[in-house]
């Protein structure tokens, strides 16, 4: 079975290099510019270890307590191999601390408390040595303004980027957003990538521009984006989340 799924997870990871590659070339870019994010959430460690062993170094998800002991068990696993971990979905203050603990990046801060309770988790974890450098975030940023979906509105993003500069814990990496329903793809990455351009002129650490999961990612990569978080593209259907 692992060599089955080995074979499954190499072809989907081709189909999705070739679409990167295809849609880079539309746009005048290069391939290097774009990291792919396995998100794999719901999905085993297992999946993650084969991914890494196939060149895959980066990891994308969205619930603490699956995260944390599936990152547990591919640095067991792979102990020489150099993994990042990042943290994409909506999250409680009251879990900083431990996503502190396994994720190398946090895509989806959305409010100056959020970004103070990171602060504070990463301080400590300083502290106690278990962390050697400050923690990397992006905002996420909304663009319908709905507010069960996650995001700081667009209205607010060079708020939050200021506050999340003035700290000493965090390094501002740049922002993410998911294209909603209702509006048009290219639409939604175009205003995305705008406003990310305005917290980039004063933050120039924000150079990350993440956007485009599976079924748009080619359209992201038209409009900069230059990280695309890709699950069923890349891993087919949800499978069970690992213990």
């Given at each position: 079975m692992t060599e089955e799924r080995r074979a499954q997870l190499e072809a989907g990871l081709a189909d999705v290099r070739e679409q990167i590659a295809d849609a880079c070339r539309a746009a005048g870019r290069s391939p290097d510019e774009v990291k792919l994010l396995a998100v794999t959430k719901t999905f085993p460690a297992s999946d993650a270890i084969l991914l890494a062993g196939l060149g895959v170094t980066d990891f994308a998800e969205n619930r603490d307590q699956e995260a944390a002991p599936k990152a547990a068990e591919v640095a067991l696993a792979l102990p020489d191999t150099p993994v990042?971990?990042?943290?994409?979905?909506?999250?409680?203050?009251?879990?900083?601390?431990?996503?502190?603990?396994?994720?190398?990046?946090?895509?989806?801060?959305?409010?100056?408390r959020l970004a103070a309770a990171l602060a504070k988790a990463a301080a400590g974890a300083r502290t106690r040595g278990s962390r050697t450098e400050p923690l990397s975030v992006l905002i996420q940023a909304s663009l319908d303004g709905d507010p069960e979906r996650g995001g700081v509105p667009l209205s607010g993003l060079l708020e939050?980027?200021?506050?999340?500069?003035?700290?000493?814990?965090?390094?501002?990496?740049?922002?993410?957003?998911?294209?909603?329903?209702?509006?048009?793809?290219?639409?939604?990455?175009?205003?995305?990538?705008?406003?990310?351009?305005?917290?980039?002129?004063?933050?120039?650490?924000?150079?990350?521009?993440?956007?485009?999961?599976?079924?748009?990612?080619?359209?992201?990569?038209?409009?900069?984006?230059?990280?695309?978080?890709?699950?069923?593209?890349?891993?087919?259907?949800?499978?069970?989340?690992?213990?």
């Open positions: 990042r971990w990042h943290m994409v979905g909506r999250m409680q203050r009251n879990k900083a601390r431990s996503i502190v603990g396994w994720a190398d990046e946090v895509q989806s801060v959305d409010s100056p939050l980027a200021d506050e999340i500069g003035r700290s000493g814990e965090l390094i501002l990496r740049g922002v993410m957003g998911v294209a909603p329903l209702s509006m048009d793809p290219r639409a939604a990455f175009e205003l995305l990538s705008k406003a990310a351009d305005r917290v980039r002129s004063d933050h120039p650490t924000a150079v990350e521009l993440s956007a485009g999961m599976s079924g748009d990612l080619a359209v992201a990569i038209g409009q900069g984006s230059t990280c695309v978080r890709v699950g069923t593209g890349l891993l087919g259907y949800r499978g069970l989340a690992s213990p």
